[in-house]
């Protein structure tokens, strides 16, 4: 993409309103704008983001065998009567009537829709297990939204819902989510590290949530400061394997990790050697339930057993807040100069700066390094304006592209260009072919 | 996919509620369920359709040089109060209270939110021109939502908004998009005849819609039979040239080509000879509209000029509706056994029917091809149930992918499978590697 027939309206002032370092830059990088409190328009580059973990989040949930579907963002209230959530939910539950007076809402989670869904075409056994999910708008109507996409009102999730015939294939499939969950923060360049926790209004008695260290975190945490040596890495991850994917959960809940809500500080001190026992704050970007049957008895999702009496399945819910997840990567990734992008979800891969935009020789070079790049599947931004170098250094420093390579008369005259790292600041001076390979091979697997 | 780990519970019976064949079908294939009147579910069958639609429409888009972005559902009442259309929609618009007593609405377009976008980012004429678009769900209280997905009230579109200068750039972006709407159809399978419109609630004074040829149609229109000869084809589009764009949409409006709302019957009889006088049904697919300064005005979007003085931007406005169009393909292309995808949007690209499940070497061949056919990109889904041929048989009719594979004891003895149409019904006996190599074939670019 060139610059100058991007949309990409950064700020120079830093907005007033926005308390934490995510909503400063995201206002400022030109990724969002407020449509009203709590409710975004997500401008080109910010969407190219969100839609890249969309992405990922589909490819993980796909891998581990779930099934994407989608269901509409407004609900009829009648099945939340049924289930009695309707009056749980109190104000948070945005609430409509239509032109026939009908009452309506705005869902805030879907477990009565998919149980619905679920006892109206699965009678037997046989289909089960089954796992399925989405990724669709809610809407919460929080009383003080804030921060950003980190506490909005309407907010992209990941949802999904798997039926079992027993606690054992119930407790696979939690297992088999807390897998997936992981690789999936893994590839966002995240470390999320699953903490014991309470079940609140979803219900149930087992739950994970899944923690982002951060100081604008939300959670005061405690944990072991081995659970952050741990990873996934490269191991290939045989879904299907019961044992395999109960030792990594295994692994990754063992040492202890909590968020206040679960914490107990008696257990904590007998449990870790005071030399790794760590407190801090922490951003929840994702949540993993197993609730056994509250739904499915409350509203009759039940198969037929071999010996032909009727069971109610096992229910369990899982999510991963994938607008959240922007606000999450950019406070865990930022400097005083912008944002700090993980090559995994980079909006752009390369950025190029034209130090000299009209000079014949530069162009020429950035126009040849733009189709390289571009051919190579490396898609590059072009900070093609006519620009000081002040200027497009400061506004891809607050974009945050991981990796920019900087053209000028001075160094062609000697063939080279200069690759910039984001992270450490570092350069280096290639040849334009040089700086192309060495980004194809840092991205070679992303 | 196998079929057995799959979720897609298809309908023997014919659902009472449906009253033409797209619903129909995608009820009984499994593809949607209604969750509330004129709001569905997307089961995976359908969810997979619409997305590889999205998806399509994006890379078109793109290709176009359009930008993607993406708006929220939910908007603040204050702009439409602005632009005066807040009373004109009636009670088709969803109007929400949230828990301040602040008016909202669930958006049914976006002019109005897309131009305070604009008008608080962009200054210059330097700027333009841009053509944003995003793909978001939009509600429309229908009093009588009917006929599945293509009069639903929670709907899926495409909306984009191009900002120009003066009249000559507006109008390159209004044949800009005509192409590439042409392109989009064209790749999903579809002949969209582009008919002059009026233009409705949006306003202006230049549009077109976008017609699938279908007894079931809304509009009647009447043509040129000569324009359904026309095609893009592998046609090579720049999208910058003017003089290009312009050509391809004098080719393809000069046929007379009208819906009822702009028939003129004694031009017709003037412009077309007799025998190439047609009239037919049609379903809307797209519009598109140029509309000058309307919502500028009104909203106060101005650049300022190289001179100094400040000017309302020239607008235009484009959809395609995405959920609807899963209707409309259905509507052109079934049988009375069920549907028949076009290959560009099938959401699998084979069917492996296994005849003699259980079978040690029925099942070793199943299984290699569908590793050869998922390794080749072909995407199969593979009926691996335990269930009578007929039954395989009725279920790859009934929801439609393009080809089939049929394995079984017989044709193995031989070395052989049999490799079938879903349109003409023909089959031809092949070795696994034929079948596969020959499907490769037909989905070569696709």
Chains 1, 2 share one sequence.
């Not at 796909?62 to 209230?77: C, E, K, N, V």
């Not at 046989?126 to 809610?138: A, C, N, R, S, V």
């Not at 000081?388 to 991981?402: E, S, Y």
């Amino acid at each position: 993409m060139r610059l100058s027939r991007y949309f990409l309206p950064v700020l120079k002032e830093t907005p007033a309103e926005a308390q934490i370092a995510s909503h400063r830059l995201m206002l400022r990088a030109g990724m969002i704008r407020q449509a009203s409190a709590g409710i975004y328009s997500w401008l080109p580059l910010g969407f190219k983001v969100l839609r890249r973990l969309e992405d990922i989040v589909h490819e993980e949930q796909i891998r581990a065998g779930h099934i994407p579907m989608l269901m509409p963002t407004l609900q009829s209230a009648d099945l939340w009567r049924e289930s009695g959530r309707y009056d749980d939910y109190g104000q948070e539950m945005l609430r409509i009537t239509d032109r026939h007076n009908r009452d309506m809402l705005y869902g805030p989670t879907n477990e009565e829709l998919i149980t619905d869904i679920f006892r109206s075409t699965v009678n037997s056994y046989k289909e089960l297990p089954k796992t399925l999910y989405h990724i669709q708008w809610k809407f919460r109507d929080e009383i003080r939204p804030r921060f950003g996409v980190m506490r909005g009102r309407e907010f992209y999730m990941k949802d999904g819902y798997s039926f079992d015939i027993d606690e054992a294939s119930a407790i696979h499939a939690y297992n088999r989510h807390m897998v997936s969950y992981l690789r999936t923060y893994e590839r966002m360049g995240l470390q999320a590290i699953p903490m014991k926790a309470d079940t609140g209004p979803i219900g149930g008695d087992y739950s994970h949530e899944f923690l982002v260290l951060a100081d604008t975190g939300e959670s005061e945490v405690f944990y072991d400061r081995s659970v952050t040596d741990l990873s996934l890495g490269d191991r290939s991850v045989d879904f299907d394997n019961v044992a395999e994917c109960q030792a990594i959960v295994d692994e990754f809940t063992a040492p202890y990790a909590r968020t206040d809500e679960t914490h107990d500080e008696a257990l904590f001190e007998a449990e870790v050697p005071a030399d790794r026992r760590k407190s801090a704050r922490g951003i929840e970007v994702g949540q993993i339930f197993y609730f056994g049957t509250k739904y499915s008895e409350a509203l009759g999702a039940e198969v037929v057993m071999p010996d032909g009496s009727r069971k109610p399945v096992e229910m369990g819910s899982h999510g991963i807040g994938v607008s959240r997840l922007v606000g999450a990567l950019i406070e865990a990734n930022h400097d005083e100069n912008g944002i700090i992008w993980p090559e995994g979800v980079t909006p752009f891969r390369v950025g190029i700066v034209n130090l000299r935009q009209g000079d014949t020789d530069t162009d020429a070079a950035c126009d040849k390094l733009y189709a390289d790049l571009t051919a190579a599947g490396l898609d590059p931004l072009y900070d093609d304006r006519e620009e000081r170098a002040g200027a497009k250094f400061a506004t891809m420093d607050l974009i945050g592209l991981p990796w920019r390579i900087t053209v000028g008369p001075r160094g062609l005259k000697e063939g080279k260009v200069e690759l910039t790292s984001r992270r450490t600041g570092e350069s280096e001076l290639l040849t334009p072919a040089d700086a192309l390979a060495r980004c194809a091979d840092i991205y070679a697997g992303l």
